[in-house]
């Protein structure tokens, strides 16, 4: 039965984001808001969270999957960023954009697409995720909450706690989030390439 854990949206507790970050550490897998919607986390070694993703979601090994990071310092040493795209990232973060990246060694293989070599990074602006991520001190590995069949990702904390209580080891809940997924950008290529339009502007990679 998953844990449910209900912080301030302004100002989470502390205490309850380090009860939070010590199960993700423990390899437990967590539904967590974000600024465009909720998403599934785990620590970033956790293979076995990796797979219960995959299961939720039923994703194939083509999902790119997505390292959210704290700041842009800590983006930049899972994902190779060359000058234009340097910019480009830069005046997008943080926000509800993805982006797919040239993946560095800092990656474990099996996140990576399996013939480009590229993951997919963000840094939310939404402090609940930024507090745990100040606290877990790396990236969260993530996948939109979006379920099998449906059109919509789930969006209240309440509702995920019911339909995921034997699939996640807690919820996280802030109160209201975003409704929509990021704006996915394939910035590894020679041009920039919008592969899912969603809460970010897309008219700036476009």
């Known amino acids: 039965m998953a844990r449910y854990y209900d912080v ?11 009860q939070v970050v010590d199960l993700v550490r423990d390899g437990g897998l967590i539904a967590y808001p974000t600024d465009s919607c ?6 970033l070694g956790n293979k076995e969270g990796l797979d219960r993703i ?15 990071c704290r700041d842009f310092a800590q983006l930049g040493q899972f994902v190779h960023v060359g000058n234009a795209v340097f910019r480009a990232v830069k005046a997008s973060t943080p926000g509800s954009y993805t982006f797919i990246l040239p993946a560095t060694k800092e990656v474990p293989r099996r996140l990576l697409h399996p013939k480009k070599k590229t993951v997919g ?5 939404h402090r609940a995720t930024q507090a745990l991520l100040d606290e877990l001190g790396e990236p969260l590995l ?35 989030c975003g409704v ?13 390439e919008v592969v ?7 008219s700036r990679f476009e």
């Not at 990074?121 to 602006?125: S, T």
């Not at 929509?180 to 290529?189: A, F, H, I, N």
């Not at 899912?196 to 897309?202: E, V």
């Open 54 to 68: 995959r299961a939720i979601r039923r994703l194939d090994d083509k999902h790119h999957f997505t390292l959210v």
């Open 196 to 202: 899912r339009k969603g809460a970010g502007d897309p």
């Open 121 to 125: 990074v963000r840094i939310p602006d």
């Open 38 to 43: 909720f998403a599934l986390g785990c620590a």
């Open 8 to 18: 301030h949206p302004d100002d989470p507790q502390r205490r309850t984001i380090r």
């Open 142 to 176: 993530s996948s939109t909450l979006l379920l099998p069949d449906e059109e919509e990702p789930l969006t209240q904390g309440w509702d995920i706690k019911e339909r995921l209580d034997h699939a996640v080891d807690a919820v996280l809940d802030s109160g209201d």
């Open 180 to 192: 929509e997924p990021t704006t996915v950008v394939d910035l590894s290529g020679p041009e920039p």
